[in-house]
């Protein structure tokens, strides 16, 4: 494994490019089931590993078993400290937003809070001024309607003396 150069090549760009959130959380997703795969191979080891008890001891077979366990525990340890990277990554993009409190993002009947805030954002107009205009543009309506029914009916009438 090398180290990566101190100093940039010509025409490389720097390393500090900011990273999509998203692809950190991918990445974040990936180790937690690589930590949960390696986390299974330890206990199938451990399952699989007699104790030294002198009676089918076989010592090549425990120091093999005993060194590819060392292994997925060291394995375990560089991925717990991959996570933690990622992890802290996140944090530090999302360190700018203000926490919502889920309660506020579903809009409830009962919940005065929601129509406070519309009023004050001016989005939206009081319910008593929107009630009184659909109903001066209802009557307006029904007097208009009733009086074309009159006259239809008039126009009926003069047609049709019974």
């Known amino acids: 494994m090398t180290t990566p150069p101190l100093v940039a090549f010509p025409g490389q760009q720097p390393h500090a490019r900011d990273v999509n959130t998203a692809s950190l959380c991918r990445i974040g997703q990936e ?5 949960v795969l390696r986390t299974m191979e330890i206990f199938q080891l451990l399952r699989n590993m007699q104790l ?10 425990h120091q093999d078993r005993l060194g590819k366990l060392q292994e997925h525990l060291r394995m375990l ?20 937003l203000d926490p919502v409190p889920p309660e506020q993002l579903i809009p409830y009947v009962e919940d005065d809070s929601s129509k406070h805030d519309e ?26 309607s009733s009086d074309l029914s009159c006259q239809r009916q008039g126009g009926l009438a003069k047609q049709n003396p019974e």
């Open 31 to 35: 180790t937690v089931q690589d930590i």
């Open 52 to 61: 030294p008890n002198g009676v089918t001891y076989h010592p090549n077979t």
């Open 77 to 96: 340890s560089v991925l717990f400290r991959k996570l933690r990277l990622v992890y802290d990554k996140c944090n530090q993009n999302c360190s700018g």
């Open 119 to 144: 009023h004050l954002a001016g989005q939206t107009r009081p319910a008593p001024e929107d009630r009184r205009e659909v109903l001066e543009v209802n009557k307006i309506h029904q007097s208009e």
